[in-house]
């Protein structure tokens, strides 16, 4: 017998005759069943189970002002009830775990794991973990005349608001992505247990998580995520013998080999077939492979305007993104100052200014870009400076050498293809619409590394080979953020460029022929 239908039981043969026949009228109020913590309130219990917190026993759920006058009286009652029943107990309760069954207040038990007053009733009430909303509406209701506690418990149960779901998606397809498709595969190459056991477990339990979302059902505490999605109708059964591969280390293989490739390429089957599935439930118009970029597709569903300015859930903090901005300056100039000039054969030219002659003009174009970064990107590129720093290496020396054609790639990431594909289109697309304020500019494409004046293109693809692969997956989201919104980044860096320079709009600045380059 589990421990669900042993409660049922256990109420209906010795606790319901005893309870209605001494509180009589105040039963009509009071809510039974059984809920919350302990294997038995999700049906996963055992013969390893039993140990403790497990055995007859149900929940009294009463108003908060019912329990103050009958609390006690009621506890009293159900603690005077037989401690075995049907040859299973007495219970054995853990230290501390005293307050799960017996007499309790609606409001305690559902503020115990949402910490509210009430049942959610915004976006930011639902700040609450899922293994807590799980222990709120797994088990069973026995009886609930009054209804406040179903009533509560109902509204749990229709799950998250869609916009926050949708977030949700997005965030464990990005993590999953980034554990399995990525970091996983650097842990192999770089013969690391560490990484490769914590970006395995990591991958399955976001893929997991992702399950429960589609299936709006709140995913349990790690002990139960695999038992439970295994009982989930939408990829639930078909994934679960995968999850366990993977974690076992057996895998599947279509290309041959063993070991790591098992597990890699059963990692890519239960990538391919989450993408497949959302795209099937109109979450994802992508025909990409990688998890992480179906996260931009996803958000874009989102019809919360708040929420939709500020993805992923982090308000934007535009102080603390000044100092970021301006370490990130001190970092760039720096480096850009002690760049060593290419010999010019010209010498009408030599003497010259040059940028460098201008500090408060780069300080103001580099400003308005790194303005239309996130606070993750500018901190990854901070990091990217200070590690440089550390180990003497000028980024920009970096650059300005690639640029020139005078050494070959070190940076073959992925990321840079993508970013710089999104970028020229919307360059493209801001000239069009902007000829006066980017007349004069780079040429969008087709100059050629080692040329004086090198396009739009190379410029951007040579800087973007000197941040790092953290940096450029961070400003690749911010790229897809700000395309799912229906903005560019020109838009956003010439806005506050303009701005700048003293003008209120881009339609000002365009309307008086201003050339920005």
Known sequence: MNGLTLSESYYNGCGKEVFESI?????????????????????????????????????????????????????????????????????????????????????????????????????????????????????????????????????????????????????????????????????????????????????????????????????????????GVAQLPILGAEIAPLIEKVLTGQGETTSGGGGWKQQQDTMELISQKVISKLQDLGLTDQKVPFLTDHAPSVLGRIKDKELKNNLWGVKKNLSGKKETIKKILEGEWEMFSTVNAKADPDPSTQGCPTCRDFPEEFKIHRTAQLMAWSEETLVSYLDDINEARNLRRNLMTYKYARMDNLIPSENNSPYIDKIAKAQLQWQKEFIDKYPRIMSGGRALSGGEPGTDWASFETYLRCELESYSEKTLRSLFQDTENLRVSGKSMPEEIYKILVQQKGYKSLEEAEKKQTRLH
């Open 23 to 227: 509180f009589k009228g105040l039963m009509e109020r009071v809510a039974i069943g059984l809920a919350g913590p302990g294997s038995e309130c999700f049906g996963f219990d055992d013969e390893y189970s039993r140990d403790h917190d497990w055995g007859p026993s149900f929940c009294l759920w009463v108003s908060l002002d019912d329990f103050q006058r009958y609390g006690k009286e009621l506890q009293a009652c159900y603690d005077a009830l037989p401690k075995e029943f049907a040859g299973f107990g007495p219970r054995v309760v853990s230290p501390g775990e005293q307050d799960r069954v017996g007499a309790m207040a609606i409001s305690d038990f559902y503020g115990r794991y949402t910490g509210l007053n009430t049942a959610p009733n915004s976006i930011k009430d639902w700040n609450i973990p899922s293994e807590n909303l799980a222990l709120c509406t797994n088990g069973k209701v026995f009886s609930d005349p009054l209804g406040e506690f179903s009533q509560w418990r109902a509204t749990l149960l229709n799950f998250y608001p869609e916009d926050l779901r949708l977030k949700k998606i997005a965030d464990c397809c990005m993590h999953a992505g980034q554990a399995g498709q990525y970091n996983w595969q650097r842990g192999i190459l770089r013969n690391d247990p560490y990484v490769t056991n914590t970006a395995n477990v990591k991958f399955c339990t976001e893929i997991m998580r992702l399950i429960y979302l589609l299936n709006k059902t709140y995913a349990p505490f790690y002990k139960w995520l695999l038992k």
